[in-house]
């Protein structure tokens, strides 16, 4: 694991940001666009009043941040500050869907809510966070493009699926909110397919997808990766990953960065990183 770009000083007392601390809240998390992007997508969408984001501060500047939303992403604690983080949290009685980041930052704030939030539903210790800023060596697939709006038909099982496998549990028992971000991605051009026909009925299906999850200060980062069983370990996603970087590269943000869990072998072999350059090693909860 390479060692934080945030410096782990001792941190102050939390303060809950603001609009006005937008730009300095910006330019801590432009230290490490790639590993802060989830954060940033929030940042940069604070209003003028109180936000989500809370904040370690030594005078006026941002020792510390983490995104206190539906998702806790914290950056840059040093282990007092994560212990005053747990301990805020705690005291307002929230839960949390997941805690992400530097698994220094998850493992760390997790010591300190375990035993009130404890069982943890999965715990990914090990998570590669994978960047690319040129084109891809492999050569792209030609059939992958972006998704139309009409086949959201055929997207959205291709998305539960991805999600279901991915996380656990099926998004849509909690309502129609997941089918909404289905559409909003595909609308937007951030989810990338490769179609094909279903052997059993005839009718068109997704054989691979992608979505741009997070967009922000100049990184891409690709999420709900998924290919259809029955085509897995072809190599498929190989050069359907390289068609989508090389778009998302033309079109969205000059980086690319990717979540691979270590046990995702084919993912990670060391073929991987004559191209791919690995960041410190993530933590999900």
């Given at each position: ?218 990184v891409a980062q690709i999420q709900g990766v998924w290919t259809a069983p029955d085509l897995r ?13 090389d778009q998302v590269r033309a079109r969205y943000a000059p980086t690319v960065s990717l979540y ?26």
């Amino acid at each position: 694991m390479k060692r934080s770009i945030w410096p782990h000083r001792a941190a102050s007392s939390l303060r809950r940001l603001t609009g006005a601390d937008k730009s300095r809240a910006l330019e801590f998390l432009a230290r490490d666009p790639v590993n802060s992007v989830l954060a940033r997508v929030n940042v940069e969408r604070m209003g003028v009043g109180t936000s989500s984001a809370l904040a370690a501060m030594h005078r006026r500047d941002i020792e510390a941040l983490a995104w206190d939303g539906g998702n806790i992403i914290p950056l840059g604690f040093s282990p007092a500050g994560l212990r005053e983080l747990g301990d805020d949290i705690l005291s307002r009685h929230r839960v949390a869907c997941s805690i992400l980041g530097p698994a220094d930052q998850v493992l760390g704030l997790w010591e300190h809510l375990e035993r009130s939030w404890s069982p943890a539903r999965e715990v990914r210790a090990r998570q590669y966070s994978l960047s690319l800023t040129h084109a891809s060596p492999v050569a792209p697939d030609p059939q992958v493009r972006p998704a139309e709006p009409w086949e959201f038909g055929a997207v959205f099982p291709a998305a539960v699926a991805m999600f279901t496998e991915e996380v656990g549990y099926d998004p849509t028992v909690y309502g129609p909110s997941y089918g909404r971000r289905v559409r909003d991605l595909i609308r937007s051009g951030h989810t990338f397919v490769r179609m094909g026909i279903d052997p059993a009925t005839g009718a068109p299906r997704v054989e691979f997808k992608a979505d741009i999850g997070a967009l922000a200060g100049g990184v891409a980062q690709i999420q709900g990766v998924w290919t259809a069983p029955d085509l897995r370990g072809r190599g498929i996603a190989t050069r359907a990953m390289a068609s989508v970087v090389d778009q998302v590269r033309a079109r969205y943000a000059p980086t690319v960065s990717l979540y691979v869990n270590d046990y995702n072998t084919a993912a990670v072999r060391p073929v991987s990183y004559t191209h791919l350059r690995a960041h410190e090693t993530r933590g999900n909860l």
